[in-house]
């Protein structure tokens, strides 16, 4: 403020010399001169400063800062005030990035940023060694060429990341679970935590369970031959009839439970099972029929569409198994006179088999749990009905070890859906 006021002071006082030098000499001339000589040094002064100022800026260090004069001077101790802020400023994130990044680089858990594009911008040790990161080649790469694999390109394309993905079933890949957070400007941040040990205890557990299994089914084959026998020579009517005829059922159950636990372990086990087999569909489902719909009591209506020539390479005893427990469960939770219906078509391109029935449906709290092991909405009817809480945990696997999904959709009251997507590469004939 103060130089404008200079400066508007000096231009006031030129043109009062001028006008008295119009005045005593009577020369214009005289007078012209004097403001074209004033001028010029004013601009002169200020082109001389603009060409320090440009030729700091090409050469930006506070260091060899022009000290300036008059309205300069004022100028080059603002920006030498900026400047040394902004120094500061820039020294103290420095530090905080490098206490971040050494931070992460301590973790055990591998820590990947990604840009808009997913290239890779930063990763700490444990993500290196993990998803075989190379800084000095793949920063600035998209993260899924480095690390191929389809289950996790489409997880990360989703931009969906409520849900932590885990790749436990990848050949030659540490089982991984993979957490993503947006940060910034749609750059986001991939955290992955090795699974090996929790694996490891997981099939500590499950070897457990299906030797468990084997060694009880041989005794109680055994015993369940002997209540039959039992059963058969006992009175009509007689106490002793009622209780070895519970006997048996309570055995029947045991032995459809360790069934159930021996086919889950096989189906998780991956081992010498061939999923390659091409299977007549529409031939299994007429076994099914025999075996399940027609023994049914209750009576329920069942419509078919099912496309005789959609043929599938698959493991015959799984499909049989998943799609038997799919009618079945329909038939037990469907009232007298409910419809049931059993598609299989293609659709999309994909097989898909679909059980639609008329039941009680699922609580929708319920329905992200309904496939684990024993988990069941009503203990007490399933148990009536002779299930053991393992069906749909056992279908859940087959279609995933044949590279296919399950979905559910279930209204209380109103019917349930249970949809086997099967991808392209087995369809074998249609
Ligand atoms: P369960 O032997 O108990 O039927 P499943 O694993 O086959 O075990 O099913 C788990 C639970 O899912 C069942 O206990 C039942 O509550 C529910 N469920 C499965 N299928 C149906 C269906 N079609 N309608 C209603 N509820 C179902």
Redesign the pocket.
Known sequence: MKEIKTHFLMFLASIAIAFILIQNIYSVYAAGLFLICIFTLIILYHTFWIYKLSKWLNNRSIKNLPNGYGVWEKLFTQIYRTETKQKKTKQELFELLEQFKSAAGAMLDGVIAIDENAEILWSNKTAQKMLNIIPKNDYHRPITYIFRNSIFKEYIENDNYEETLKLTLQPSLLPLEIKIAFFGANQRIIVCRDLTKETENQNMRKEFVSNFSHEIKTPLTVILGFLETLEIQSNKNSSEKKMISMMNDQAYRMKNLIDDLLLLSQVESNQDINRSEKINISSLLNNIKRELIKPSTKKQKFKYSIDSKLHIYAAKHEIESAFS??I???I???PIKGEISVQWNIINGLAIFE?T?S????PEK?LKR??E???????D???E???????????KNIIIQHQGEMKIN?EINV??S?KLIFPKDRIASK
């Open positions: 427990n799919l079945n469960n329909a037990r939770y469907t059980v029935d039941g009680i449906g699922i319920d309904i496939s092991r024993f988990y069941r909405v009503d203990p009817r399933s148990r009905t002779g299930g053991t809480g393992l069906g749909l945990a056992i279908v279930s019917g349930s249970f």
